[in-house]
């Protein structure tokens, strides 16, 4: 499969479950090992074998695993926040910890991440604002790619709003943003082109005016036929 995502768009991946969504963007990341292929960004070849390299060449991941892959639980919030980016607050072998400690205060705020102080350990908090500090973390970062895998997965209808507005305004200010969601309506909420992936391919690419669900359902069957099994996941899909 190949495809790209520009600067200022909102690229959504769609595809039944196992259909390798997932897989894809942690090659893509450096997580998961990949035997071929090329990565481009700003049209100059990426050597990434580890998210360290990602991380140099300007992509971030927020994983679907937010507690198991996305934070350090017994962490606080602004350690946290500042993990993928300490280089910025280095002095020597030191760190600057007001400088850090101010930068933190600042993408609270920016976000409204509601904690009591950015010295709570992230595990105490809700599922929304564990979210949104992973989102700062990476926002911290000063990627240029983004990548979220169910950025909206285990949180209230008001934290997905937010994460929904900041989407739209990370792709005014011109990151590329690559999206995989589960659920129809959020896909075509948000999208500016859909790919479509069945059974570790690519199986179609949509713009949003041809985005709809029956678009989208019907490249994530896939030209072959369906198993029992993919029947009864598409029918799951399509309740959601």
């Known amino acids: 499969m190949s495809f790209s995502v520009r600067s200022g768009e909102v690229l959504c991946v769609g595809g039944l479950v196992g259909a390798g969504r997932t897989e894809t963007v942690r090659a893509i990341f450096g997580l998961d090992e990949k035997t071929d292929g090329r ?10 074998r580890s998210p360290k390299d990602a991380i140099a060449a300007g992509s971030g991941y927020v994983t679907e695993d937010r507690k198991g892959e996305g934070l350090v639980l ?3 919030v602004g350690e946290n926040i500042t993990l993928a980016a300490l280089d910025m607050f280095r002095s020597g072998i030191h760190l600057n910890l007001g400088n850090e400690k101010n930068v933190v205060k600042e993408y609270v705020q920016k976000l409204n991440i509601k ?7 992230v595990e105490n908090l809700s599922g929304g604002n564990q979210q949104k500090v992973v989102l700062a973390k990476w926002l911290l970062s ?4 983004l990548i979220l895998d169910e950025p909206t997965r285990g949180i ?5 709003i937010e994460v929904y507005n900041l989407i739209n ?12 969601t589960s659920e129809i309506p959020e896909l075509l909420g948000i999208c500016d082109r859909v790919v479509v992936m069945a059974r570790g391919r690519l199986s179609g690419t949509l713009s949003r005016e041809e985005a709809n669900q029956e678009s989208v359902m019907t490249l994530a069957v896939g030209a072959q036929s369906t198993s029992p099994a993919d029947t009864v996941t598409m029918e799951k899909e399509r309740g959601r």
Do not use: W, Y
């Open 39 to 48: 990565i481009l960004i700003d049209g100059k070849t990426c050597n990434i």
């Open 74 to 76: 017994k962490l606080d």
């Open 115 to 121: 904690t009591p102080s950015i010295f709570q350990k």
């Open 142 to 145: 000063k990627c240029k790619v």
């Open 156 to 160: 209230d209808v008001g934290a997905k």
């Open 169 to 180: 305004e990370l792709a005014k200010e011109g990151k590329a943003i690559l999206v995989i």
